[in-house]
DNA sequence: CAGTATCCCGTGCGATACTG
DNA sequence: CAGTATCGCACGGGATACTG
């Protein structure tokens, strides 16, 4: 039987038992749009930088080395979209934006955070397994 | 001042005091091409699905759906240059070729499966964000 | 069965310049 | 300051056919 992805229009707050109808293996699953946003380029540092608190655009493109405006800006959308951002503009002079996580973006917090944990922590084994593989590959 | 990112020569049994020379926040981190890695489209799946155990290559084919055999080919040599995944190779006929994740690779699990968990798990949520985001921006 | 070999393409991403 | 507008391209990834 295939699984159906229809926009689910139940109440949100009457638990359905056991029901699980995300399957990032299944092709099809809406749920592998949403992980590939997860897995997006700059999304996990962008989460880990607004995990400090609110920060203004600025603010980001600093912190977060290499990143261009345009791109961010992209990467803001798409989160913003996918609801794990919120976008505060002023219409000062200059203007000013913030950004910040909403309650669904704090939850990423977490395993983005320890994703990024892993590579930081791991970096090295990973590096001289790279140089390993490479030598015997010669 | 610059970090430089040498080659780790230290015997890591014997650990330096806070040391933390990886930022994935810093462009020039290798701990960037990491992350970049485990990120990969298929790379969570992989592991995900290796998780439960060791797997020939068609099983792999088989439960990570939409891949093709090139590109799992080229997900799984990666991971196993990185030092997540060995490939045990039969030589028989027909062949047969088991890939089981190192400990490394087993480290991964966890974090790799909190995500793709969360992606599971929100992706209703997810999908009306998306939809009022869209109607809004009619 | 477990891959390669080719061919090919969308798009994610970057560089640069410009603007309200 | 916080973007947008353009242009351009490498490259990650896919379709198909073939092989030890």
């Known amino acids: 039987m295939e699984t159906e992805y229809l926009k689910v229009t139940e ?7 056991g029901m699980q109808p995300f ?12 992980l590939r946003h997860l897995t997006d380029r700059w999304t ?3 989460v880990g930088v607004l995990a400090a608190g ?3 655009f600025g ?10 405006a345009k791109v961010l800006t992209q990467t803001l959308r ?7 951002v ?8 200059p203007p000013r934006v913030d950004y910040e996580l909403t309650a669904l973006g704090r939850t990423l917090v977490e395993p983005l ?20 593989y490479d030598e015997a590959t010669l």
Do not use: F, I, K, Y
Request: hydrophobic share 35%.
């Open 11 to 17: 109440r949100e707050d009457e638990p359905v038992d």
């Open 23 to 34: 399957d990032v293996l299944n092709p099809a699953c809406p749920s592998r749009t949403v």
């Open 44 to 46: 996990p540092l962008v």
């Open 54 to 56: 609110p920060a203004r």
């Open 59 to 68: 603010e980001l493109r600093d912190q977060v080395g290499g990143v261009t």
């Open 78 to 84: 798409s989160m913003e979209r996918d609801g794990l």
């Open 86 to 93: 919120v976008r505060r503009a002023l219409a000062t002079m």
């Open 113 to 132: 955070d320890a994703l990024r944990g892993w590579a930081e922590q791991h970096a090295g084994e990973v590096l001289e397994a790279r140089s390993s």
